[in-house]
């Protein structure tokens, strides 16, 4: 019988996998789950036989996928699959696929929530400033720099964005202003949302020359990727700013640094949380499961990144 396994570090919400269930069990699959594991060995048996595997922030390297001897396909429920070794997958012939877009509303609330809170001093009850009349820069305009630039405007910000790979009249479309560089970005805007994606180009791009455009009262909103900041020109520039703030749904490898120096100017979700909804776990979750029954039964490949 074709095994789906579902592994997830970070569980989806227990209403999303009784959604995933009957995906699976309708299609005459089996269904595994390996939550919360704490090691890569329990990950390395539990896929030893699957068919297909659905993830989340999962680590899917070269060794799990040499591991899984029947494997055909891995899809990241969620955008990023930066945690997939799509080279090895590929090589192995493993289809690889991400269910974008479906997880983008939970982690734009949560990037103007972080807004919000560091606006209001981190809701220490002392007089804090509005988002009204601030310009927000998003950095990639994908599905979740959509949402938070349409939440943005619903809250009186100016929204600016930059982003080369998509074209100017999608993004004026929606009432944004496109800026023609990062550095113009950064220098116009008080708030900063990012989401552009952790690659080779991408990692510790965002660094202290650029940062250090941003105006008086900065704060950088990072739901993308930590791997994409320099650190150590984020440490260097709040050294320097003491008005700058950076806040996060993923902590950077310093953050006892950060914690040592920057009292009330950072604030990191103890686990990557952007997308920690039910709501987003179902829709990102039934997704998967459905991907990977179109691609078992019908070959479907719609969404295969490798
Ligand atoms: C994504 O890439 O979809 C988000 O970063 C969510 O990641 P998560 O599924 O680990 O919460």
Not at 97 to 125: D, Y
Not at 177 to 202: F, G, Q, R, W
Not at 250 to 255: H, Q, R, T, V
């Amino acid at each position: 019988m074709t095994k789906v396994l579902i592994a997830t570090e970070k569980p989806f919400a227990p209403a999303a996998v009784n959604q995933m269930r009957p995906v699976i069990e309708n299609a005459g699959f089996e269904l595994a789950l390996l939550e919360k594991y704490t090691d890569k060995s329990e990950l390395l048996s539990a896929i030893a036989d699957a068919d297909a595997v659905i993830i989340r922030s999962d680590k899917i390297t070269k060794e799990v996928i040499a591991a899984a001897k029947n494997l055909k396909i891995v899809v990241r429920a969620g955008a990023g699959y930066d945690n997939v070794d799509l080279a090895a997958a590929t090589e192995a012939g493993v289809t690889v696929m991400n269910t974008p877009g479906q997880n983008s509303n939970a982690v734009a609330e949560l990037a103007i929530g972080m807004m919000i809170f560091q606006a209001r001093g981190q809701f220490n009850g002392k007089a804090g400033t509005e988002l009204r009349g601030k310009k927000i820069g998003i950095h990639a305009y994908g599905n979740v720099g959509r949402f938070v630039a349409t939440m943005a405007k619903g809250f009186g910000m100016k929204v600016l964005a930059f982003d080369p790979f998509v074209s100017k009249e999608t993004i004026e479309k929606d009432g944004v202003k496109v800026v023609d560089s990062a550095e113009e970005l950064y220098s116009s805007c008080e708030y900063i949302s990012l989401h552009i994606p952790s690659n080779d180009k991408t990692k510790k791009s965002i660094g202290f020359d650029l940062l250090s455009k941003m105006p008086k009262g900065a704060t950088l909103v990072n739901t993308a990727r930590k791997e994409v900041i320099d650190e150590e020109g984020m440490l260097k520039l709040m050294a320097e700013r003491d008005d700058f703030n950076y806040l996060s749904d993923i902590a950077p490898d310093s953050k006892d640094e950060f914690a040592a120096k920057f009292t009330g100017r950072f604030f990191f979700t103890p686990k990557k949380m952007g997308a920690q909804t039910a709501e987003a776990n179902i829709n990102a979750g039934v997704a998967a499961t459905n991907q990977i029954v179109g691609f078992i039964k019908d070959g479907s490949t719609k969404f295969k990144v490798n």
